[in-house]
């Protein structure tokens, strides 16, 4: 079973050299206990374009699709038997990288 | 067997066999939605069924066994839209219920997966009374005073979360059990406060189902952690509370204060159970828990021959160990309550007052202030203190005593 587990922020600022060795070694847990399945760290919320392709034109516009306090600044996806197991993951990811987090089952 | 045995012996086997029911069917489908509705329909059958069939020698076996069929046939009739092949694996199986230690094992599992941290706390409690505790929905909306389409739709979004998530339906792990054990305790709690002090008009003022329910879980959970401080604290609460239960409602249906309850309906059996775990925690030396500390402050009351002879000082002290663990106004009134027996009705209200900010919406903090004010002969400022608390007020025993010591005033 895979969870997507967000990393919320409320601020445009990057991880800290002592933040990334943190998270660093927490990914390199996960891989050694089978639960890595991808992550990845993004860039502020002011460099995402929206796209709608629904019409006859593809609409592209500048910024993210909704303007929040809060906003997904990186994220994991784990595998995980189930979501006690997720929980603990997602915990100790929130301690190693100084973030909130949310877990979500994968359909 | 007349209608009425019949009837006796359908609420006897819900009420015993509701949770194992909900629990086995569960552990063998994996779905709390397919369990939930097959032992329903099951017990449907029953009232169908059992007064022209006679009531079957073992109630339970028979439920397990029509409950079985209703899961696999609904299985069935969703397999035959996406997937024939699973059909071949579902077998009925009509073999009865195993052993009881077996049975508490999987009604704790039930227990644990109701009251998962990932749940909302009043969806905890209302998945708990549904599927544990065998409550309807009604039931649930009227006991907590809420639209029975709000409680339906909780415990629907709770199952669907349960599954998608994959919240496992196990006893956790040793690591986690004395932090899981405690969100139990919390829901547990919340469900005998509600049966013991049962909201709403028209309602019984105790709910007893509630209140027998919340123990009976306890000692289950009590059986899984005999070492847990708390645990026993809870149950020991709730004994000492219990066994004061028929003296707290007057033949008129009002309540009847501690001061004034005739302690030799108080039951015995259950004050010496109680006693006995307050006497084992003491014992055991560790620094109680919130828990603990209002047992102990039951069961300074209930060794009390009258109210005269309450140990008021054990009792203020008992209640400033537990403000330093919870800072809750509701301890704080509890604890000026307590106070206006040590030092005086005077120094109490000073205490009550400051308590005005945070409590000004709660029925007990003007009940607390009105019932002060009478005894410092404050009558008028006492009587609009009544009529707050009686406005307030949602129990209907409550309710009654307080408008009967309004009218009593000058």
Aim: one cysteine or more.
């Amino acid at each position: 079973m895979q969870y997507l587990v967000s990393v919320i922020h409320d601020s445009a600022s990057l991880a800290t050299p002592e933040e990334m060795a943190a998270i660093d070694a927490f990914n390199d847990r996960l891989v050694a206990e089978g639960h890595w399945v991808f992550a990845g760290g993004l860039a502020a919320p002011s460099s995402a374009t929206v796209i709608d392709n629904r019409g006859e034109e593809p609409m592209f516009t500048d910024g993210p699709f909704l303007e929040s306090k809060e906003y997904l600044a990186g994220f994991w996806v784990m595998d995980a038997p189930d979501l006690d197991v997720a929980l603990s993951l997602a915990a100790e990811g929130s301690k190693h990288c100084n973030r909130k987090v949310e877990v979500r089952p994968f359909l | 067997m007349s209608v009425v045995g019949v009837q006796e012996a359908v609420t006897r086997a819900h009420h015993e066999e509701w949770a194992r029911l909900v629990a086995s069917l569960t552990s063998r489908f994996g779905d709390l939605d397919i369990a939930e509705e097959a032992a329903a329909e099951a017990f449907a059958v029953a009232v169908e069924r059992w007064p022209a069939d006679g009531v079957p020698p073992n109630p339970g076996a028979w439920l397990t066994i029509t409950a079985n069929r209703k899961a696999i046939d609904r299985i069935r009739r969703e397999n035959k839209r996406d997937d024939k092949q699973k059909e071949a694996q579902l077998l009925y199986d009509d073999d009865p219920p195993g052993p009881r230690g077996a049975i508490d094992d999987e009604r704790l599992r039930l227990i644990f997966t109701c009251c998962h941290p990932a749940l909302a706390m009043e969806t905890r409690v209302a998945l708990t009374l549904r599927m544990v505790a065998g409550l309807t929905v009604p039931e649930i909306a009227r006991a907590f005073l809420v639209q029975e389409t709000a409680v339906g739709r909780r415990i629907t979004r709770a199952k669907a979360k349960i599954k998608a998530a994959r919240i496992p339906y196990r006893v956790p792990s040793a690591g986690d059990l004395r932090k899981r054990v405690s969100g139990v305790l919390a829901v547990l709690f919340l469900v005998f406060n509600e049966g013991y002090l049962a909201t709403g008009p028209g309602t019984d003022p105790v709910r007893h189902d509630l209140t027998a329910e919340a123990i009976r879980l306890t000692r289950l959970i009590r059986a899984l952690a005999p070492g847990d401080g708390e645990v026993a604290g809870l149950l020991a609460l709730m004994l000492l509370t219990e066994a004061r239960r028929t003296a707290r409602v007057s033949a008129s249906g009002e309540l009847v204060n501690l001061a004034e309850q005739d302690r030799g309906t108080w039951d015995a059996a259950l004050i010496a159970e109680g006693h006995r775990l307050v006497r084992e925690r003491l014992a055991a030396g560790e620094p109680p828990g919130r828990y603990q500390i209002l047992a102990a402050i039951s069961a300074v009351h209930t060794s009390a021959r009258d109210v005269r002879a309450t140990d008021w000082s054990q009792i203020v002290a008992l209640y400033d160990q537990l403000v330093h663990l919870d800072p809750s106004p509701i301890i704080a009134l509890n604890r000026a309550i307590a106070v206006a027996e040590l030092d005086g009705p005077e120094v109490a209200l000073a205490a009550v007052d400051r308590l005005e900010p945070r409590l000004a919406g709660y029925h007990a903090y003007h009940a607390a202030r009105a019932d002060l004010l009478r005894r410092l002969g404050r009558g008028q400022q006492s009587r609009a203190a009544y009529d707050k608390a009686i406005e307030l007020a949602g129990n209907t025993a409550e309710t009654a005593y307080l408008t009967h010591r309004r009218d009593q005033l000058a």
